[in-house]
């Protein structure tokens, strides 16, 4: 299947065709425009369209990049396209020029699914609405020692905020990290010096986005554990 993307303020056809060749095996003779079909359908401006991808996990759904922003439909095989306007408000009314998407399997990558986009003049977007989450594993600690080394938190899952329950070790400052999936660092919080026993910490969680996380607590005095957290909004 094919997409081409067309400019020009004076058009009043359409911006986007669509035809369900093999562009592999298209030849000089059938790339006229008889081959394609025009799927603006009822709801994409015609303003000039400079980029268009059809995204990776489904091929009838597609992006377009136009004078006006992003556009996406979920299946451009309709006779009429359905188009819904991408960005939920954040992003810019600009000139998209360049759409791409990374392609490469979750196994081999941390940003599948990923879509980038070039502006004109307002830099370079990406979506993680089509991401696929790279599996990671977690090594299962020994149950030992856990007097000093167990961690809980609750309520899990979570909303808006949680309690981290440890026990500490010795006068010691601890410092709490809140990692995603993919290993990066949304939350980091520092304690003061501690005083030995039980302890209770509150996390807010209100701008976590809901999914999973790994809590870890790493003290001065070697002290080490961690737990999963989930967040439901």
């Known amino acids: 299947m094919v997409m081409v993307t067309t400019g020009g303020y004076n058009n009043t056809i359409g911006t986007v065709y ?3 060749s093999s562009a592999a ?34 091929n009838n759904t597609a992006l377009v990049g136009t004078e006006e922003g992003i556009y996406s439909t979920l299946d451009i095989t309709q006779p009429s396209p359905v188009w819904v306007k991408e960005g939920g408000g954040n992003f810019p009314n600009v000139p998209v020029f360049q759409l ?8 081999l990558c941390y940003n599948s699914g990923i879509i980038y986009a070039a502006t004109n003049g307002r830099g370079i977007w990406s979506t993680d609405k089509f991401f696929t989450p790279y ?7 020994e149950a030992k020692n856990l007097t ?10 979570a ?21 995603d999936i993919n290993g990066r660092i949304m939350m980091q919080e520092a304690t003061g010096k501690l005083m030995e026993g039980e302890q209770r910490l509150t996390l807010n969680t209100a701008a976590l986005t809901s999914g999973m996380y790994f809590v870890t607590v790493s003290g001065t005095n070697n002290f080490n554990a ?3 957290l989930v967040i439901t909004h």
């Open 18 to 20: 669509y035809s369900n």
């Open 25 to 58: 095996k298209m030849s000089m003779n059938i790339t006229d425009a008889s081959s394609f079909s025009v799927k603006n359908g009822t709801s994409l401006p015609i303003t000039p369209a400079y980029t268009g991808i059809f995204e990776m996990s489904n």
């Open 100 to 107: 791409r998407q990374q392609t490469l399997p979750y196994w």
């Open 135 to 141: 599996a990671i594993g977690v090594e299962e600690q």
């Open 148 to 157: 000093d080394s167990n961690i809980k938190v609750f309520p899990n899952p």
């Open 159 to 179: 909303g808006d905020a949680t309690n981290l329950w440890f026990k500490a070790s010795g006068d010691a400052s601890y410092k709490v990290t809140v990692y």
């Open 226 to 228: 961690n737990s999963k």
